[in-house]
């Protein structure tokens, strides 16, 4: 069965920096995600929704190559496009709200280490939490799953800890579990803040995104009991992929 073509008000291209196919395959996602086109049904031509969205055919097909490269939809010559898929049942990944929750790794994550660096002072965080250590370590990881980058992020910890983390804890744990599991290291307060950008050149290649793609910044602190910002985090994750559930009561 095809689904039916949805008749939508003119898009107007001019309120995002992306680029017009960025923002079509956002809509055409959404209606994936929605059931608006179900998973099993056809979709409309590329000549409808150039019609519909009042944009060029290649622009068209230019969105439906990203929505066919995250396998939702598949495209059949003679017979037409296909939903295969909703994004929730290919992949998620929920950014805990809690501090257990930022314990545990996802299932089926690999943690590659790109860099490390001795002796260096993140950017102190805005607002600034606790005293700065005197020096700290560095590390820029970037996380796996299914095949695909997900998170890309910059873990500063406070040297004198250092030395009392075992190097394969990095590329198997999350960082606050590192900080959880050190003998004697009490951590007092732990914040985190999550705010929405889109993807420049460097990170859309580190995160296989289009150029201007959505991301979520998160940045992360830790806090010891004599009030040293003993952790900074400053991560990055797909847009595509984010997911928050926050209890309310």
């Known amino acids: 069965m095809k689904a039916a073509q949805v008749t939508t008000a003119a898009i107007d291209f001019s309120r995002s920096a992306a680029s017009r196919y960025v923002q079509l395959a956002s809509l055409f996602r959404r209606r994936v995600e929605s059931g608006q086109w179900q998973v099993g049904e056809q979709i409309p031509t590329v000549d409808e929704l150039a019609a519909e969205c009042q944009v060029a055919r290649a622009t068209v097909r230019q969105a439906l190559d990203l929505l066919e490269d995250e396998k939702l939809i598949a495209r059949y010559r003679a017979k037409g496009t296909f939903v295969i898929g909703k994004p929730q049942e290919q992949f998620w990944c929920e950014v805990a709200s809690d501090w257990s929750g930022q314990l545990i790794a996802p299932d089926g994550v690999t943690i590659e280490i790109l860099t490390k660096q001795e002796r260096l002072a993140p950017n102190p965080p805005d607002p600034m939490v606790g005293t700065m250590a005197p020096f700290y370590q560095h590390w820029r990881r970037r996380h796996w799953r299914n095949g695909k980058p997900y998170y890309l992020g910059d873990v500063y910890i406070d040297e004198r ?89």
């Open 161 to 249: 800890l250092c030395a009392r983390i075992a190097p394969e804890s990095f590329e198997t744990k999350t960082s606050m579990r590192i900080l959880r599991e050190l003998p004697g290291l009490e951590i007092a307060e732990a914040h985190q803040t999550l705010t929405l950008g889109s993807a420049d050149p460097d990170l859309a290649e580190l995160l296989q995104l289009p150029l201007n793609a959505p991301v979520a910044h998160v940045a992360r602190t830790a806090v010891d009991r004599d009030g040293c910002l003993v952790f900074v985090g400053q991560g990055i994750y797909r847009g595509d992929v984010v997911r928050l559930d926050i209890k309310l009561k």
